[in-house]
């Protein structure tokens, strides 16, 4: 447990409104995610982060933009939320480079209506 | 891009089989995750390997790297092993994230 909260847990919005989810840490960990979860696809990479104000796009990136501010801080912004943003949020951190382990937070379950 | 697939997609098991799943990627990797996955959502990290093979308890992950392919077994199954067990490559350097299978889904029957 590398102490990742995920903040709402839940959500229901609107189309069209922005929706910004929030994920902190207090391991100190340089590197952080985001991933989305749905059903037939997996975890697929929305964003991630190599240090304060240094992030990039993942996989699946289009509608979303992140900020980290702070080390411990990594928010993803739906800009304009769209049903097919519907999905379940993850945020992951790794303390180095070289591929060990993610810790992962609890995720937030998003329905956009 | 590195395709990682598992399988099989679905596995129902009584108590006490030996239980193996598989996964095969199709780049060479740095690092071969497997992660669990529990009906509440929770995902937790079980093993990384980048050769040979690891044993935790009752679980058991072996990677063949020359072959692009990975096994998780789980010895004398039970049903709190009912999980979503999800296989995830690391195929970059650097803060390049995972690319993760698409999970299989145990059930270990009483």
């Known amino acids: 447990d590398a102490g990742i909260t995920q903040s709402p847990r839940h959500k229901v919005t609107e189309t069209g409104t922005p929706v910004t989810l929030r994920c902190h840490q207090t391991?100190?960990?340089?590197?952080m995610y985001w991933y989305r979860q749905d059903p037939g696809h997996g975890l697929r990479l929305i964003h991630y982060?190599?240090?304060?104000?240094?992030?990039d796009k993942g996989e699946v990136s289009d509608g979303y933009s992140v900020s980290r501010s702070k080390t411990e801080d990594f928010l993803l912004t739906l800009e304009s939320a769209t049903s097919s943003q519907t999905s379940v949020y993850f945020c992951?951190?790794?303390?180095?480079?070289?591929?060990?382990?993610?810790?992962f937070g609890p995720g937030t379950r998003l329905l956009v209506l | 891009k590195n395709e990682v697939e598992q399988s099989p997609q679905n596995l129902t098991a009584q108590e006490g089989e030996f239980i193996t799943i598989n996964c095969s990627y199709s780049?060479?990797?740095?690092?071969l995750h497997w992660l669990q996955q529990h009906p509440g959502g929770g995902i937790v990290s079980l093993f990384m390997?980048?050769?040979g093979k690891k044993k935790h308890g009752r679980l058991i992950a072996t990677i063949n790297i020359q072959e692009k392919h990975s096994s998780l077994h789980i010895t004398a199954s039970h049903p709190r092993d009912s999980a979503v067990y999800i296989c995830?490559?690391?195929?970059?350097?650097?803060?390049?994230?995972?690319?993760f299978g698409k999970g299989t889904h145990l059930i270990i029957q009483p």
């Open positions: 992951a951190t790794r303390e180095r480079e070289r591929g060990e382990t993610q810790y």
């Open positions: 391991e100190n960990h340089r590197y």
């Open positions: 982060s190599y240090g304060v104000k240094d992030t």
């Open positions: 780049v060479g990797i740095s690092a």
């Open positions: 390997l980048s050769s």
């Open positions: 995830a490559a690391f195929s970059g350097g650097g803060a390049d994230g995972l690319t």
